[in-house]
């Protein structure tokens, strides 16, 4: 959810800005911009993409070599020129750049308008630099004391980049529920949203915690302080991310390209943490928590979107397994109901970027309860993993598409591995059951890699139905949430409306919409409920409604019934969803590109939502 790049050094800054500001498309965005500062202050910005942006500027001056850039998904006023960023202070001495929510800015823009500010924008964040500005005039003071007095007076989530024309030899950086980082390069600075932008220049990064200031300078070096004004010692990170993992490398779209890495990217999730040869289970986040959580009086999951999903399979892999009882919240809502927690509780927060607003404030709620806090996500040196107790990264590398396909499966396999270890530790399965499980977890990357030779089939199929309105999901125990997940991904990025049941909850209303031009995708892989399964689509069947059903390899029975089959390898039970959402995403990939959408950027949303 918007984009930060920013750049002071000795090259010239806007080639820099625009690449950064490319990296940055996959989190979403209905505008751009760019400031430049040499011996004047040039801002440029257009309402849609940055090559819409780029096209604008033309021939314009693009020359110098400090400037901020940004991509900006729209909360205060519509998508157009005015309310792009960046914007200016009404002296045009100040520029900012901003991602976030300010909350109180309708209260500080009427005490601005009463000393003479005009605005151009709905936005909050033009209100912001004019804040900053009244308060550096009336003090006389450098920027950085005018940011960070100003950052006192404001309530919401932030992370800002700001240059002073009449101070062009700095970038004032802060941030507060908002990631920011600062890129370390040599004789350089830059700071971005993530590290996506930076690291073609630089791998030494520092992430900038709650209510921190930076301000980066080539005279002065790096400089760290608190809201506070107390002088921080700023911790340098070395990435590990190679340009090629943030490149297409030859797919038409990110989202293809991340569904053919999950044989790998999964396999990446289990490695040093299953021993398949020796017959364990070790997650390192949880060594010293184990016994604490095995002991809880139960576990809740908080997430949202497909983070969710990958929670309601959690729930049905803990209660299964280890036998702790677990609750899934979406996070979104969480806090708002005034939720019974005690110190004997864990919550496990699930984001995949680390930073959802939501997320994080579910979490600080839970931590000011005593509850222990556990997270699970995918980028490191991200917020949720600096503000949990205990946790561990499911190491999908970058995932630039917006709709979450490897990080799903991350997340699945990491909680399968969390499951399996607590069941361990409490010995709710045998030993005999504990190295079967884990011989066949072993194997999953092997069989996620046979599952996408389904792609050519899930074509043909998705060429039957492109041009459908609504679609239904429908799945049983541990698939149900695939089939809300598959229902999600189809919305996301084809906008056909689709709805994910419990497949025996269809005869408790979706039946009524069933007709010859509903297509039905049924996940029918689980072995436990198969003659259940055949009933649901006898059902479907004698409404007209057209079934497409995942099935096991072999499948003779529901190969005779169906309209169409998938076939995929079949697992035991509680790993299910780890194949069989392999279709779902390939369908919904398929459909959105024959329907001509845009699979990576899907329209109106983010890829990380930091704002609540």
């Known amino acids: 959810m918007c984009g930060i790049v920013g750049y002071i050094g000795s090259k010239e800054a806007y080639p820099i800005l625009i690449k950064g500001l490319k990296r940055l498309e996959y989190r979403g965005y209905d505008s751009a911009g760019v400031a430049i500062l040499n011996d004047s202050l040039n801002v440029y910005k257009k309402k849609g993409k940055v090559n819409d942006l780029i096209k604008s500027i033309g021939e314009s001056n693009t020359q110098g070599k400090t400037g901020i850039g940004h991509t900006r998904w729209a909360t205060h006023g519509i998508p157009d020129d005015n309310n792009a960023h960046p914007h200016m202070s009404g002296s045009e001495r100040l520029v900012i750049i901003h991602n976030g929510i300010i909350e109180n800015y309708s209260t500080i823009k009427i ?45 919401g989530a932030y992370a800002i980049a700001v240059i002073d024309r009449l101070d062009p030899n700095k970038i004032v950086a802060a941030r507060k529920s908002s990631p920011l980082v600062v890129g370390i390069g040599e004789g350089e600075f830059f700071i971005a949203s993530d590290a996506t932008p930076i690291v073609e220049y630089t791998n030494q990064v520092v992430y900038l915690d709650d209510n921190e200031i930076a301000v980066v300078s080539i ?36 989202m293809h390209k991340e569904i053919y890495e999950q044989p790998t990217t999964i396999a990446d999730c289990m490695r040093g943490r299953l021993n398949v040869q020796e017959g364990w289970v070790r997650l390192g986040g949880l060594s010293q928590y184990k016994n604490r959580i095995s002991k809880a009086n139960r576990i809740i999951i908080v997430a949202c979107g497909t983070s969710w999903h990958s929670g309601l399979i959690a729930e049905y892999l803990i209660e299964d ?47 000011r309860m005593g509850a222990l806090t556990f997270g ?41 591995l969390l499951a399996l270890s607590l069941a361990n530790e409490k010995g709710t399965i045998s030993r005999s059951q504990y190295q079967e499980y884990i011989t066949e977890l072993g194997q999953i990357p092997a069989k996620v890699k046979a599952a996408l030779s389904c792609n050519e089939r899930v074509k043909e199929i998705s060429t039957k139905i492109q041009n459908t309105t609504n679609a239904l999901y429908l799945g049983r125990g541990y698939n149900f949430p695939v089939a809300l997940e598959g229902a999600l991904k189809l919305k996301e990025i084809s906008y056909i409306h689709a709805e994910g049941y419990p497949a025996a909850e269809m005869k408790h209303g979706p039946i009524a ?100």
């Not at 004019?130 to 404001?154: N, S, Y």
């Not at 608190?226 to 038409?252: F, M, S, T, V």
């Not at 806090?335 to 680390?354: L, T």
């Open 111 to 155: 005490w601005l308008e009463s000393q003479g500010h005009t605005f151009k924008s709905e936005t909050d964040t033009e209100v912001l630099i004019h804040l900053i500005e009244e308060i550096q005039e009336e003090g006389g003071l450098l920027i950085e004391e005018a940011v960070r007095l100003a950052l006192t007076k404001v309530v």
């Open 219 to 254: 005279e002065e070096g790096l400089k760290v302080m608190n809201i506070k004004k107390e002088i921080q010692i700023p911790l340098i990170h070395e990435i590990d991310l190679k340009i090629e993992a943030i490149e297409k490398e030859g797919y038409d779209y990110f």
């Open 321 to 367: 397994l280890a036998r702790i009882p677990v609750e899934v919240e979406y996070a979104s809502e969480f806090r708002y109901r005034n939720p019974i927690i005690s110190e004997n509780d864990v919550v496990i927060a699930i984001s995949q970027s680390g930073e959802t607003a939501d997320t994080l404030a579910a979490l600080e709620l839970a931590k």
């Open 376 to 416: 699970i996500c995918n980028v490191v040196g991200s917020s949720i993993a600096r503000v949990t107790d205990a946790g561990s990264y499911i190491h999908a590398g970058p995932e630039i598409g917006v709709a979450s396909t490897k990080a799903f499966t991350g997340q699945v396999t990491l909680l399968s």
């Open 513 to 612: 919409l069933i007709d010859e031009n509903m297509p039905v995708f049924v996940i029918a892989t689980n072995v436990s409920a198969h003659e259940k399964i055949v009933s649901n689509i006898q059902e479907v069947k004698a409404r007209k409604g057209v079934v497409i059903a995942v099935v096991n390899e072999g499948d003779k029975i529901l190969e005779k019934i169906a309209d169409y089959i998938i076939e995929i390898p079949s697992t035991l039970e509680p790993f299910t969803p780890l194949l069989s959402v392999i279709p779902m995403q390939l369908l919904s990939y398929h459909i959105a590109v024959m329907r001509g959408c845009n699979v990576d950027q899907p329209r109106n949303l983010a890829k990380s939502v930091t704002v609540e």
